[in-house]
């Protein structure tokens, strides 16, 4: 007996996959409560008291990161970061039309992007490490991929902050997002009055801010919360109306800032496969590319060295860009750099040679200046203690004629150390032994000659 086969059912079979789709993708299942969700993303929203500082400290960590170059420390600054909650806090009170809410957040948000940059400037004002790292360096060019890392980590935060069990993913969307360091590296195109980097950082902040408020909008309208409720409905109308403008007002500059961070992305990309394909020349090499986008009219400037590009293969290039997407665009060749005048090359040598030789001169001038001084000192010295060893032998004679029983002598200019005071002097001393020692008035009366006798303001002398 043979089996009919049954026939397919394609809207059945349909049913079944979006029913298997739906269970899977449910949002509904393990929703935390809606108020719960609502206060607490409300308390997030503050900044005071421990927020504030610990938002302070943070950006300390963050800009010290920054400054020496360490990803780890920019993470970690990141994770203590309670920068998220007046974002998400606005996208919330947009898509419950809480204007309060809103106007709350905003205030916040706006004290703690002010605290943010004005301490990252502070830090970056005292710091002896004025050089732009890496990590510096890759937060002042938005690109299409801050977009969407700032659109789903945003649809992360929110998914997450909307269930009872919460997970690690707030923290995740922190680190992601990467809110801090922009404020960080703005800090630092004030500090050092580099504005390029304070526009384009703080760019980057307003993309991540603005996209991340803008996915939070999109989960809560999902999840169906209830919009806020009024006293009347001429107040609530009101509120809408207030709330459509800012979303307005906000979308307008975003749509724009993305179709720019888009056009840039692909530029760079389109420039890049140009360069690649058609700028690739047996004896010439291109040592730089710079890729200038701008929406009227963009540059790609090569600078290149070796065999010189003529001006028909330039005319040839130039001719292929619209094959890339890039019909706006402007190629600027820079070259003949290894071409020099030998002429030139000889008076270059000639200055090198020249001004090596005034340098050894002037070396050797001063070697022997230094020698000569020392010679002189040297001199001097030699004199010196010629002409007191001269001057000792004629005042131990003169003094032989006025007593008799002294048998030995001896005078020297040295230094005296008191070690009392601390202090260094340099006088006469005068040693004489006798056969029979003098009285004290005698001595006393010795030590005032010798002062005369050697002209000199302090002498003591020394009996045996």
Known sequence: MKTTPQPFHTPEFVRQVKGFLTHIFNLEEGKADEDCTI?????????????????????????????????????????????????????????IFDLQLIRRALINLAIAVVISVITSTVYFLITPLSDAQTEILARTAPTLWDVLIALFGGFAGIIAGSRKEKSNAIPGVAIATA?????????????????????????????????????????VRYLRYKPKQYVDEKTARRVKIWIGMLVIATMIPSIFIAYNVVQKSIFERNARTFLEREMSYPATQVINQQLVFRPDTSRII?????????????????????????????????????????????????????????????????????????????????????????????ISKELKVEHAN?????????????????KTDTIFLAYARFIRRPSNSEVKRIEEWLKVRTKAKVLKLVVQ
Not at 204 to 209: A, H, P, R, Y
Not at 342 to 359: C, K, P, V, W, Y
Not at 406 to 422: A, C, D, K, R
Request: some cysteine; hydrophobic content about 40%; glycine content about 8%.
């Open 179 to 219: 809110l801090m360091p922009p404020l960080c590296t703005a800090g630092y195109g004030l500090a050092t009055a580099q504005w390029n980097y304070f526009f384009g950082a703080f760019y980057l902040f307003s993309i991540n801010s603005v996209f991340i408020a803008f996915s939070t909008v999109l989960i």
């Open 39 to 95: 206060e607490e993303i409300k308390k997030g929203v503050e900044f005071r008291g421990t927020n504030l500082w610990i938002l302070i400290c943070a950006i300390f960590i963050a800009s010290i990161g920054l400054n020496v170059n360490s990803t780890a420390v920019i993470i970690g600054a990141m994770l203590i970061s309670p920068l998220m909650g007046p974002i998400i806090g606005i996208g919330l009170g947009i898509g």
């Open 302 to 394: 090569v600078t290149c060295i070796g065999q010189t590009i003529d001006s028909t293969q330039m005319i040839a290039a130039s001719q292929k860009l619209s094959q890339y997407g890039l019909s706006r665009t402007q190629l600027i060749i820079r070259q003949n750099y290894n071409e020099v005048n030998s002429n030139t090359l000889a008076m270059f040598n000639q200055q090198l040679r020249t001004g090596i030789l005034e340098d050894l001169y002037k070396k050797n001038e001063e070697v022997i200046k230094d020698k000569d001084d020392q010679i002189t000192m040297l001199e001097k010295e030699v004199i010196r203690y010629r002409s007191q060893e001269s001057e000792s032998g004629d």
């Open 406 to 422: 002294v048998t030995e002598f001896s005078l020297m200019y040295t230094p005296i150390h008191n070690l009392q005071e601390g």
